[in-house]
């Protein structure tokens, strides 16, 4: 019988299931409470409008990617 040593860990900070509070699972990665929050701060504080990331029309443009295989 075989021995898995497997702990665990966010794929955005590295910490494993005994550092942290929570540890959300997906089929191919998983995302601590630590990471989660500072994402919800990110997706809540409003962007900074730069010039040079609108298009033509003068609008911000946003780039979404609904997972690896999306990117054209």
Do not use: W
């Not at 959300?24 to 630590?34: K, L, T």
């Not at 504080?45 to 979404?64: I, K």
């Amino acid at each position: 019988m075989e021995n898995y040593d497997y702990t665990p860990r966010c794929n955005f900070c590295s910490r494993d299931i005994t550092q942290v509070t929570r540890m959300v699972a997906g089929e191919e990665a998983h995302i601590c409470d630590h990471c989660i929050d500072a994402l919800h701060d990110k997706i809540h504080t409003p962007a900074p409008q730069l010039a040079d990331a609108r298009s033509p029309s003068g609008v911000a443009r946003l780039e979404f990617y609904r997972g690896k295989d999306d990117r054209h």
